[in-house]
């Protein structure tokens, strides 16, 4: 069966610390991988995209990877920072334009 | 620029009745997807319009119908509502190219009694 899991449900690390959060799918041949921020009571906000043929993506303080090999994501806060609390969703955009999220990770900055 | 909007925000609903959910795009968007999400999960997709056409559909039952419009504005219906179905309803609108990214509304928190 098709799966895309986020390693853990909670995060906890300390401000300044880098967070890393890791996306694995099984049984999809996704075209494009993203991520999205959601805060609580609130929809997904899109933060990143990257294509299977790119291993890396950079924006601020965000670093994406996309391991096609291995079926992983990684995504990667650096300096972290307490507003960057929040649930962070991996998803997949298949090439019928479908996008299918994972189970997200609920990350905490402890200041 | 407004982005997406749905309604209402809250709604709260018996077993067994029918309920519609609607959704506007975000300006110069023109497919829209909705999906479930319950409390500590990811959204579920339901399904995907494009053209005023069910264009995919996720592991959903036939409960849950939608429309889209000529100005691309959406609904879904679930008809007999379970407990179950109690979640957050998120309606996303993309381009038909989705690489960009999907823009998604703040949702509908459905409560089944």
């Known amino acids: 069966s098709q799966k895309i899991e986020q390693n853990s449900e909670a995060l906890n690390i300390q401000e300044g610390k880098t967070a890393t959060l890791t996306c694995n799918y099984t049984?999809?041949?996704?075209?494009?991988l993203q991520w999205y921020r959601q805060d609580p009571g609130r929809g997904p906000v899109f933060l990143l995209l990257?294509?299977?043929?790119?291993k890396e993506k950079r924006k601020e303080r965000l670093k994406v990877t996309f391991d096609t090999t291995l079926k992983q994501s990684l995504f990667h806060i650096t300096a972290s920072q307490p507003a960057d609390s929040a649930t962070y969703l991996c998803a997949l955009l298949t090439g019928a334009n479908n996008l299918f999220f994972g189970t997200g990770t609920r990350l905490t900055v402890i200041p | 620029d407004a982005g997406v909007t749905q309604s209402p925000t809250h709604l709260i609903k018996t077993r067994g009745q029918q309920v519609t959910l609607r959704c506007s795009p975000k300006?110069?968007?023109?497919?829209v997807s909705w999906y479930q999400q319950a409390l500590g999960q990811g959204p579920q997709f339901i399904f995907q319009y494009y053209e005023e056409e069910e264009r995919q559909r996720g592991n959903f039952p036939d409960r849950f119908s939608g429309h889209q419009f000529p100005n691309y504005s959406s609904e879904l219906n679930v008809n007999a509502l379970l407990l179950g179905d109690s979640a957050l309803y998120l309606c996303?609108?993309?381009?038909?190219?989705?690489?960009?990214?999907?823009?998604f509304g703040s949702g509908t928190r459905l409560t089944v009694v």
């Open positions: 996303a609108s993309s381009l038909p190219d989705s690489r960009r990214g999907y823009t």
């Open positions: 300006s110069g968007h023109d497919t």
């Open positions: 990257i294509r299977e043929n790119e």
């Open positions: 049984n999809y041949s996704p075209a494009y």
